[in-house]
């Protein structure tokens, strides 16, 4: 159980909520809703492209409560256990396809969510988009939503074959990914407040999976553009972390510092590159990788990465979760994040690769870091 008013973690059998002193089962005080969140409420949330998520209901069908799985009222509250539940802009899930789902969470200290996502997937082929609002910027959270779904939109489209060579290949990818990108800006542009002196702001990142269903294995291709990351990590052998970062952590460690000790200081998630009306670029970092052995494709926040940034970390937190089910991992990882403290929104996005019929058990590599439009990192803090 969580506590209804302030969403921290209760001990059991506890009467009151130790952090805000909430009687437990009390209804949580009703706060003036800001006019960001009213608007966020009644803004378009399309519920028809989703399957039933932990969270998230099916047109027509009972919400299930995240404490204990009973009928969420009309009210935001379980009538079993009678816990607060969040939004579901504060809390959602989707899933296209058996092999593709994500989850995407406010976490424990954010007021609100500012994460988004927006996923697609065929027999052979999906998207995974992942934006992270930056906090202090003003609406974030429906800019990020809508920039996400705009590229999404943009990447439906299998990827051109350029003119049959590797650069061509890669540099038509690129352009692709650049359209993507416009289209969140554009979307991101289009709800920035007059005059705002925080236009809002998100990180970007991308992921194209085609030919899952494939003898020679799956190609991966991936664009970022901030620190939110994508991660290959295969059911044997060494996880890869397929993005690099636009932030001040990365530039301290191309300079010579620890990953640990860049990322866990006071700039550790300053970010040097941004969606926006104020973005000084928008040449997306752009890389490939061919896998042929069975493994997860991850998208994600910092939210998550924060808590298990080498591959490794995030391997043996899959391994523990122990499903195949991409939904009930999403959900595992976000758990995984929440329990470790929640400091920031948290989003995980997963495709399912499995092994076609005589392909290596391994996973093989090719040209895993194509930066076709790598643009120089700036200084400035987002």
Request: hydrophobic share 40%.
């Amino acid at each position: 159980m969580n506590c209804p008013s302030c969403a921290e973690p209760l001990s059991p059998g506890a009467a009151f909520c130790e952090a805000c002193g909430t009687p437990v089962g009390a209804a949580a005080p009703a706060a003036p809703a800001a006019a960001a969140d009213v608007a966020a409420e009644a803004a378009p949330f399309d519920l028809t492209t989703a399957t039933a998520v932990p969270g998230r209901a099916a047109p027509g069908a009972v919400r299930p409560c995240l404490q204990c799985g009973g009928a969420v009222g009309p009210d935001g509250y379980c009538e079993s256990c009678g816990s607060k539940q969040p939004s579901e802009r504060d809390h959602f899930g989707e899933a296209p396809a058996d092999w593709v789902a994500g989850v995407c969470d406010r976490g424990i200290r954010h007021s609100r969510n500012e994460d988004a996502m927006a996923l697609f997937a065929t027999g052979d082929r999906a998207v995974l988009v992942v934006l992270d609002g930056v906090s202090n910027t003003d609406d974030s959270h429906l800019a990020s939503l809508a920039g996400a779904r705009a590229a999404r939109d943009a990447l439906v489209v299998p990827l051109p074959s350029g003119m049959g060579t590797a650069d061509s290949r890669a540099a038509a990818v690129t352009r692709t990914f650049a359209a993507a990108v416009d289209g969140a800006q554009k979307a991101i542009v289009a709800l920035t407040p007059e005059g705002s002196a925080q236009p809002p702001s998100a990180t970007f990142s991308a992921v194209v999976v085609e030919g899952r269903t494939g003898a020679g294995g799956a190609r991966l291709h991936v664009a970022n553009i901030g620190d939110s990351r994508s991660y290959w990590l295969p059911d044997a052998g060494a996880g890869v972390q397929l993005t690099v970062d636009d932030s001040v952590a990365q530039v301290q460690i191309a300079a010579g510092a620890s990953r640990k000790e860049a990322e866990q200081g006071p700039q550790g998630h300053a970010i040097t590159r941004w969606l926006g009306i104020d973005a000084p670029d928008l040449a997306p970092r752009v890389a490939s990788l061919d896998v042929t052995g069975p493994g997860w494709v991850l998208n994600c926040s910092d939210g998550l990465w924060n808590y298990a940034s080498e591959p490794q970390e995030l391997t043996d937190q899959v391994a523990a979760a122990a499903t195949s089910d991409p939904q009930a991992l999403a959900l595992a990882l976000v758990a995984f994040a929440n329990g470790r403290g929640g400091q920031d929104n948290i989003t995980a996005v997963l495709a399912r690769i499995d092994a076609p019929a005589g392909a290596p058990a391994d996973p093989g590599a090719a040209d895993p870091g194509h930066n076709a439009a790598t643009a120089d990192e700036g200084e400035t803090d987002g």
